[in-house]
């Protein structure tokens, strides 16, 4: 019986050995999986990271390429914008020279049928006809009258308003001025100045009186009862004159009226009027200066009339140097025939 039960005993404990064996080679296996699982994981967590990167790259190199060809694209766009425009001026550039050239073509057709017509005209002409059409030619062409060119367009006049001009020369004063008038059947502007400078219609200061007949005989009667300050020295009403009313494209006449000249110098005078007066190219002045000499001072005695001598000299250099003419006249009454304006 004690044999029996120890054979049992045995054999329970070899299926014993055997079934630990068994889990334990299971329980083996389990840690050596999870021993080796968390490196394989590590390395497949790597190579994603890499593609990621790789394809990141890639990505970035795609946006960059696509950005490039959009700044192309625009550029062409903008290029092509622009020749565009440049075509549509040259078209329009274009459109003008054909219409410039038609109305260049029209008008010297027309200018020869004119320059025809002319010529047959020319040629029906008597020889009388002709001498009489080139002696009118030849005293138009010079524009005097009594030795004084009349071609301006604007008349200035600046008289000296002395004393000795307003109480012995002044209806002849008067009487000249509207002589001087009569010559300019039609003017752009009239200006009435004393030797210093000072307006006689305060009105039209700095600007151009109106050349109406009305306004005319306005000046006439105005002049009769003008009376301003004056030093008989015309140097600061001639360079007023110039500086206010020159302007490039005006033919301007300055007519200065005086009897005496009563300045410091007279070539200091001519100097000034020369740096105001300017030469052209052709030596032509910016305005013309005429001169009227009224003998007043030479019915005094002979010890006063140096001052008469002084103006003349000074008015014949001035006139000379400027395109103008020097008037001495032989008395300073006013002509009979003449009447002030009332």
């Known amino acids: 019986m004690s044999k029996k039960r120890r054979e049992i005993e045995t054999l329970s404990l070899s299926f014993l050995d055997v079934i630990s ?9 389990l840690v050596l999986t999870k021993v080796y699982e968390p490196l394989i994981f590590a390395q ?55 219409a410039e050239y038609t109305a260049v073509q029209r008008r010297s057709t027309t200018h020869d049928s004119t320059i025809e017509r002319l010529s047959q005209a020319r040629q029906s002409l008597s020889a009388e006809m002709q001498i009489l059409l080139a002696e009118y030619q030849k005293s138009a062409a010079s524009d005097l009258i009594g030795g004084i060119p009349v071609d301006s367009d604007y008349v200035i006049f600046i008289i000296d308003t002395s004393g000795s001009m307003r ?48 306004r005319r005989r306005a000046i006439l009667k105005r002049l009769a009862n003008w009376n301003a300050f004056s030093r ?18 005006r033919k301007i006449s300055l007519y200065v009226f005086g009897d005496d000249f009563n300045g410091s110098s007279i070539a200091g005078v001519i100097n000034q009027v020369d740096r105001i007066n300017l030469q052209n190219t052709s030596g032509e002045r910016l305005v013309r200066i005429h001169g009227v000499g009224f003998p007043v001072i030479f019915s005094q005695a002979a010890q006063f009339q140096a001052s008469g001598f002084r103006f003349a000299h000074f008015m014949r250099i001035l006139c000379e140097r400027n395109g103008g003419t020097f008037v001495g006249l032989n008395s300073y009454r006013a002509q009979a025939a003449w009447r002030a304006p009332e």
């Open 232 to 249: 008989s020295s015309p140097e600061k009403g001639i360079t007023k004159a110039i500086s206010t009313f020159y302007q490039p494209g």
């Open 44 to 98: 497949s967590s790597s190579n994603i990271q890499q593609q990621v990167t790789a394809l990141e790259l890639q990505l970035n190199s795609a946006r960059d390429q696509r950005g490039k060809l959009d700044r192309d694209r625009i550029h062409q766009e903008n290029d092509s914008k622009l020749q565009l425009q440049t075509l549509r001026n040259l078209e329009d550039k274009l459109t003008t020279l054909q």
């Open 21 to 29: 064996c068994g889990f334990g080679a299971l329980i083996l296996l």
């Open 167 to 214: 109480e012995f020369a002044w209806p002849l004063v008067m009487q000249k001025v509207e002589e001087t008038l009569a010559v300019y059947p039609s003017l752009k502007g009239v200006q009435i100045m004393n030797d210093q400078g000072q307006y006689m219609f305060s009105q039209y200061a700095d600007q151009w009186i109106p050349d109406t007949p009305a």
